[in-house]
């Protein structure tokens, strides 16, 4: 199997799309956090309080957000780094031919 190593145009076209999802998902947490302060506020001048409903709905959502953008490029980080342990091992061993 013939693979090269990534040019340096493919790592920052990667780096910079990993760091846009990992800036998405702060921006989508620092909203979150914003409104459902909001909300709280909201809710707790009325008699009920209602405010932990739509925190804890879209709180779900930004789990899943954050799953997605971080175990996924961590994940695939993993990924790579025993891709190339196992090149390095391979390279180190001699042609049995």
């Known amino acids: 199997m013939n693979t090269s190593p990534l040019q340096n145009t493919d790592i920052e076209r990667l780096a910079r799309k990993r760091a846009g999802a990992k800036m998405g998902w702060y921006l989508h947490a620092s909203v ?23 925190a804890f709905g879209w709180g779900i959502g930004l789990l899943i957000h954050g799953a997605v953008v971080f175990l996924a490029t961590g994940g695939g980080g993993l990924h790579e780094r025993l891709v190339q342990q196992e090149r ?10």
């Open 88 to 97: 390095k091992r391979l390279s180190l061993q001699r042609d049995p031919w």
């Open 32 to 54: 979150y956090i914003i409104v459902n302060l909001l909300l709280a506020v909201l809710s707790a001048m009325s008699e009920r309080h209602w405010a932990v409903f739509p």
